[in-house]
């Protein structure tokens, strides 16, 4: 099975930056991916790691280290409108490949 | 065309009624998938469509019934729910169908908010 653990609630600065971690413990791994979802509205995907390292894209980057089952999403440059849940989804490396979701982070940005 | 639509966007239904989710992608997408999502909680799978046949059902209750008319359109038939049942309802689609290889990430559409009374 997958265990996926994020923080719930997380509280910054507009032009500021934030990291949000993301750990898991499963029993396989074959990738991670980060969505962003507004409230009552469809998760929009942001970012996927299948290898360690950084990826950056734009405002967004995301980290992996699979040694550690850990990840994070950094957000740059922080806006009003970043003010969102941050799901972190695994894939299983067999069965059925979907990912698990965490529960999410909800990230308040405020002036 | 990068979307996928969901209707309607709100619905209330009593416990004795039938009604009708709907979904629709126009990017060719091979698989389709049927989220229930609480509020503060992540979404839960419920059905998963490859090449529109169904592959998944993570043992969603039969009041919940799934149909795959034809590769853009995806419906999630309701009867006799119950109010616990009430959450925003999901679809999403993928390029190809659930596998270990690549990227294949998910587009969701704007959801249904399902409301049992």
């Known amino acids: 099975g997958q265990n996926i653990d994020q923080p719930t609630e997380m509280t910054a600065t507009e032009g500021a930056i934030v990291q949000i971690n993301c750990t898991y413990q499963?029993?396989?791994?074959?990738?991670l991916f980060w969505y962003q979802q507004h409230a009552g509205e469809a998760p929009t995907f942001l970012s996927y790691?299948?290898?360690?390292g950084l990826e950056e894209k734009g405002r967004f980057s995301s980290f992996l280290s699979r040694s550690k089952g850990y990840s994070y999403l950094l957000l740059k440059e922080l806006q009003m409108k970043d003010s969102a849940s941050y799901l972190c989804?695994?894939?299983?490396?067999?069965?059925?490949?979907?990912?698990?979701f965490g529960r999410g982070t909800s990230l308040i940005v405020h002036p | 065309d990068t979307e996928v639509t969901q209707t309607p966007k709100h619905l209330v239904m009593g416990m004795t009624n039938k009604k009708s989710l709907k979904c629709e992608q126009h990017?060719?997408?091979?698989?389709m998938y049927w989220y229930k999502q609480k509020a503060k909680k992540p979404p839960e799978l419920m059905f998963v469509?490859?090449?529109?046949?169904?592959?998944i059902n993570e043992s969603v209750p039969s009041r919940f019934s799934p149909e795959c008319p034809n590769s853009s359109l995806l419906n999630l038939h309701l009867h006799a729910l119950q109010p616990e049942d009430s959450a925003l309802y999901l679809c999403?689609?993928?390029?190809?169908?659930?596998?270990?290889?690549?990227?294949?990430?998910?587009?969701f559409g704007p959801g249904t908010r399902l409301t049992v009374t």
């Open positions: 989804a695994v894939r299983p490396p067999g069965g059925s490949y979907i990912p698990t």
């Open positions: 499963t029993s396989g791994f074959n990738g």
């Open positions: 469509y490859s090449y529109e046949k169904l592959s």
């Open positions: 990017m060719g997408h091979r698989a």
């Open positions: 790691n299948v290898l360690d």
């Open positions: 999403a689609s993928s390029q190809d169908p659930p596998a270990g290889q690549g990227m294949n990430e998910q587009y």
